[in-house]
């Protein structure tokens, strides 16, 4: 089993930064790669960025790219999520996930972990 716990959240005004962390706890020698979803109110979970346990490798949703920074520290079992020039279109609450397989995905049933989710809000 393998628990996930966000920290972060909060608000900002629109065209500033904000830092999302994600940390592991359980089984961790399985988690391969590691998600970030984010969900605003009425709207379905969508996916933000990912990245691989092992090699790094990253992709990104087109609404985050160029703005949106995901990293991660092996040793210490963290995930974060750098976002900058933030608009109020990314206010919603923001979920880290896992995936045991270790893929590229954008697809949330293919995670089999989640955290509680963190807060985002920016104000115009």
């Known amino acids: 089993q393998v628990q996930l716990v966000e920290s972060g959240g909060g608000l900002v005004q629109a065209g500033g930064s904000l830092s999302l962390s994600c940390a592991a706890s359980?089984?961790?020698?399985?988690?391969?790669?590691m998600g970030w979803f984010r969900q605003a109110p009425g709207k379905a979970r969508e996916f933000v960025a990912v990245?691989?346990?092992?090699?790094?490798?990253?992709y990104y949703a087109d609404s985050v790219k160029g703005r949106f920074t995901i990293s991660r520290d092996n040793a210490g079992n963290t995930v974060y999520l750098q976002m900058s020039s933030l608009k109020p279109e990314d206010t919603a609450v923001y979920y880290c996930?896992?995936?045991?397989?270790?893929?590229?995905?954008?697809?949330?049933?293919?995670?089999?972990?989640w955290g509680q989710g963190t807060q985002v809000t920016v104000s115009s």
């Open positions: 359980g089984r961790t020698f399985s988690i391969y790669a």
């Open positions: 990245i691989t346990w092992s090699s790094g490798s990253t």
């Open positions: 996930a896992a995936d045991r397989d270790n893929r590229l995905t954008t697809i949330s049933q293919r995670y089999d972990y």
